[in-house]
């Protein structure tokens, strides 16, 4: 079955770079995702890769994706504290549902 | 141009009552899911619907749970006899059929059963 997993915690200083890890089991996805979620709200997607992709480019966005070691990272250039939020590795089974892993909060200290 | 809608926001149940929640997908979008939060945990999937048709209700509990996505109106998730257990957040995303990949959330309804 699936499993995604992230670190629960990371902090880091404004204006630092921030690289969010997530590992998944499902070889056959075909989309991975990161999602945002601020306090009380619902999630923002940011941005998601398709699974022959090796990497994606987005603003301050980059994914990565490494396919063979099942491995998916966020980075953020240049975190501000509006970073600060709870991010979700998904990823997209066959059946189009997202299974998601537990989320990674980030804290932006100033 | 608004975004997929859910309400309320906010419900609180006692036990052994009835808990319905509505989501409106966004304009155009035929695609509706249901997700659910609890504390501290990431979201997981419960049913994927397309209009009068559900699709995939691997993740529903058997008992107690139903959806629906009318013709007309907006998704409906229903939960009856509500337990404690059942307190989280509920989350709708919707998605356009010719671009299933790509799946908006909205601001979900947080449910407590008292």
């Known amino acids: 079955g699936e499993d995604v997993e992230q670190s629960l915690f990371l902090s880091v200083r404004e204006g630092d770079s921030s690289v969010i890890n997530c590992t998944y089991t499902d070889s056959s996805s075909t989309y991975l995702y990161w999602y945002k979620q601020e306090p009380g709200a619902g999630l923002q997607l940011l941005t998601y890769?398709?699974?022959?992709?090796d990497m994606k480019q987005d603003q301050r966005l980059t994914v990565l994706l490494n396919k063979k070691d099942k491995h998916l990272s966020l980075r953020i250039a240049d975190t501000q504290t509006g970073d600060s939020a709870i991010y979700f590795c998904a990823e997209q089974t066959g059946a189009n549902n997202l299974f998601f892993g537990t989320g990674t909060r980030l804290t932006v200290i100033p | 141009n608004a975004g997929v809608m859910q309400n309320p926001r906010h419900l609180v149940r006692r036990r052994g009552q009835e808990a319905r929640l509505r989501c409106s997908p966004m304009k155009g979008h035929s695609h509706v899911y249901w997700y659910r939060q609890l504390p501290e945990e990431g979201l997981k999937f419960m049913v994927y619907?397309?209009?009068?048709?559900?699709?995939?209700e691997s993740g529903m509990p058997k008992e107690r749970f139903s959806a629906e996505f009318p013709k007309e109106g907006p998704s409906i998730l229903r939960i009856q006899q509500v337990v404690r257990g059942d307190s989280a957040a509920y989350f709708c995303?919707?998605?356009?059929?010719?671009?299933?990949?790509?799946?908006?959330f909205g601001p979900g309804t947080r449910l407590l059963v008292l």
């Open positions: 995303a919707s998605s356009h059929r010719d671009r299933i990949e790509t799946q908006y």
């Open positions: 890769i398709f699974s022959n992709m």
């Open positions: 619907l397309q209009k009068e048709n559900i699709i995939d």
